[in-house]
């Protein structure tokens, strides 16, 4: 199995409207069509290869709001290790089944009540288990670098690269791939409007606490950076930018009428940073990392519907 966990790579997607609509020669990384839905599964199932024989029969315990849920849960089926998953109350209908489906065992809280960090700690102290975090980990963090990795050695040198910010997990270990394979690539990590938490960070160098933003781009609805992955973020990204919600939605429009792709709102922050900015990148090599795909299929074409985003 490769670092992805797919018998082989995910290929680049490039769109010829998307090139004339930014003047530029774009690369899609899609991890919407990796294996569980997302990029989230390269670091859950870095992180649990590494665990001893112990802490395989103990099991796992992870919090998140479905996509490093689902990730956990299907590596430790795949790993013969149990998993328990802090989830909120009002994660993703299609997130919760899919995590129950690996075999899961989901615990809610409210995420604008209650600590899903301090939830975790206590049941991994209290039943002995490896909390494993969504994105403050260093195995977690090179399993999702893997994405970025795949990209250069696929399409070459690049001259920019989006992806999506939530705690930084996926943003510093691309921006480490980055570093040793395409120096000189621009790399900018992109959040939502709402919880800018991660630029705010980046631009006052210490780490930014907020309270938890409303904003449809779920898998990014994160307080704060890590303390692993704020210093790699300060040191190898550009710049923080952000999208707002009506931003995401007109992406995700585009991305199922022109490009046949479903992507779920977090998964379209890249691309619709790289439409900000495209009088910056023209005649440029872009690359953007389509984070993931698991949306509710009614909560997808409840917002595609109401998208301005016509298609020709």
């Known amino acids: 199995m490769d670092p992805s966990g797919n018998d082989g790579l995910l290929p680049a997607i490039t769109s010829r409207t998307v090139n004339e609509e930014l003047g530029a020669e774009v690369f899609f990384k899609c991890e919407n069509l990796q294996r569980m839905g997302a990029f989230k599964f390269r670091g859950a199932f870095n992180a649990l290869s590494k665990f001893t024989p112990e802490q395989r029969k103990a099991g796992v315990i992870a919090f998140s709001s479905g996509n490093h849920a689902q990730a956990i849960a299907l590596a430790a089926r795949l790993l013969g290790i149990p998993a328990t998953i802090v989830m909120p109350h009002d994660a993703p209908?299609?997130?919760?089944?899919?995590?129950?489906?690996?075999?899961?065992?989901?615990?809610?809280?409210?995420?604008?009540?209650?600590?899903?960090?301090?939830?975790?700690?206590?049941?991994?102290?209290?039943?002995?288990?490896?909390?494993?975090?969504p994105y403050d980990h260093p195995d977690v963090l090179a399993g999702q670098g893997t994405a970025a990795k795949e990209l250069f050695e696929e399409v070459g040198p690049l001259d920019a690269?989006?992806?999506?910010?939530?705690?930084?997990?996926?943003?510093?270990?691309?921006?480490?791939?980055?570093?040793?394979l395409a120096p000189t690539c621009s790399i900018y990590g992109v959040e939502p409007e709402a919880g800018n938490d991660g630029q705010q960070s980046f631009r006052s160098g210490n780490i930014v606490h907020i309270e938890t933003p409303r904003t449809i781009a779920d898998g990014a609805q994160t307080q704060h950076l890590g303390h692993i992955t704020f210093p790699l973020i300060r040191r190898d990204v550009t710049d923080i930018l952000t999208a707002s919600d009506a931003e995401l939605?007109?992406?995700?429009?585009?991305?199922?009428?022109?490009?046949?792709?479903?992507?779920?709102?977090?998964?379209?922050?890249?691309?619709?940073?790289?439409?900000?900015?495209?009088?910056?990148?023209?005649?440029?090599?872009?690359?953007?990392?389509?984070?993931?795909?698991?949306?509710?299929?009614?909560?997808?074409?409840?917002?595609?519907?109401?998208?301005?985003?016509?298609?020709?």
């Open 93 to 133: 209908a299609a997130k919760v089944a899919a995590t129950k489906g690996y075999g899961g065992d989901v615990v809610v809280y409210d995420r604008y009540q209650e600590d899903r960090e301090q939830i975790g700690r206590e049941l991994a102290e209290k039943h002995g288990l490896t909390l494993i975090p």
């Open 161 to 180: 690269f989006f992806a999506p910010l939530g705690g930084g997990g996926l943003l510093s270990g691309c921006a480490l791939a980055a570093r040793a």
């Open 249 to 312: 939605v007109e992406c995700m429009a585009f991305m199922a009428s022109r490009m046949k792709l479903v992507v779920e709102p977090t998964g379209c922050l890249g691309f619709a940073a790289a439409r900000q900015m495209k009088s910056r990148l023209r005649g440029k090599r872009v690359g953007v990392l389509v984070s993931g795909g698991n949306v509710d299929l009614a909560r997808f074409c409840s917002l595609v519907a109401s998208a301005s985003f016509i298609a020709c």
